[in-house]
């Protein structure tokens, strides 16, 4: 069965620092794509960032950068420059050819003024 | 077209009744899923479709659980005979026939007393 691992329900860090958020996926599957998915309270899922299992290179967006590790089925978020906006819950996502997303439990990030 | 939109944002009923969720996707978005987010939670899959065809359906969803998707735009999640565990935040989402990402609704608030 595919399943994601999301090993930290909560994760503070001070405003302007850099955090890592955790994400471990299982499948069988040589072609997939990983997702961070971002929900802010009360509000809508919005993708955060995208990985797609066939490239090497890590992705990136902005303050926003992934360490995509395939072997080892990991899949990191890294938050440079933290800032209060980016206080939300954060979900690690799975999808292969069937397009379903798998997710992980969530990971609660604080951000400390 | 500003997004997925989801109607109603909440909903409160009384166990046994029936309820219809309307999800209205992004234009030419082809493939449209929903979603049951419980508070502390990641979205657990319920049922995906490609255009108006219902391709996929979560072995977890019991039958009292039904979807649709006529003409292949709008879709409506209907719960005949809620129970208090229905109790969740119901997400659509789409996706474009050219991409894997996919675009979250606002979800709909149920509450069953």
């Known amino acids: 069965a595919q399943t994601v691992t999301q090993s930290q329900p909560e994760m503070s860090v001070q405003e302007a620092e850099t955090v890592t958020l955790s994400c471990t996926y299982d499948t069988s599957e040589s072609d997939y794509y990983l997702f961070w998915y971002k929900q802010p309270p009360s509000r809508q899922m919005i993708l955060v960032i995208r990985?797609?299992?066939?490239k090497q290179q890590n992705a990136t967006e902005n303050r926003f950068s992934v360490n995509f590790q395939k072997a080892a089925k990991s899949f990191s978020l890294k938050i440079s420059d933290s800032q209060l906006g980016d206080a939300a819950m954060y979900f690690c996502a799975f999808t292969d050819s069937n397009y379903q997303l798998i997710w992980g439990a969530g990971t609660k990030l604080i951000i400390k003024p | 077209d500003t997004g997925v939109s989801q109607d109603p944002r909440h909903k409160i009923t009384k166990r046994g009744q029936n309820v219809t969720f309307r999800c209205d996707p992004i234009s030419e978005h082809n493939r449209l899923y929903w979603y049951r987010q419980t508070l502390g939670q990641g979205p657990e899959f319920l049922t995906y479709f490609q255009n108006e065809a219902q391709l996929e359906k979560s072995r977890l969803l019991s039958d009292r659980f039904s979807a649709e998707r006529p003409k292949g735009s709008f879709s409506t999640l209907e719960i005949q005979r809620t129970e208090q565990g229905d109790s969740a935040m119901y997400l659509c989402?789409?996706?474009?026939?050219?991409?894997?990402?996919?675009?979250f609704g606002p979800g709909t608030r149920l509450t069953v007393l």
């Open positions: 989402a789409s996706t474009p026939p050219w991409g894997t990402e996919q675009f």
């Open positions: 990985q797609e299992a066939y």
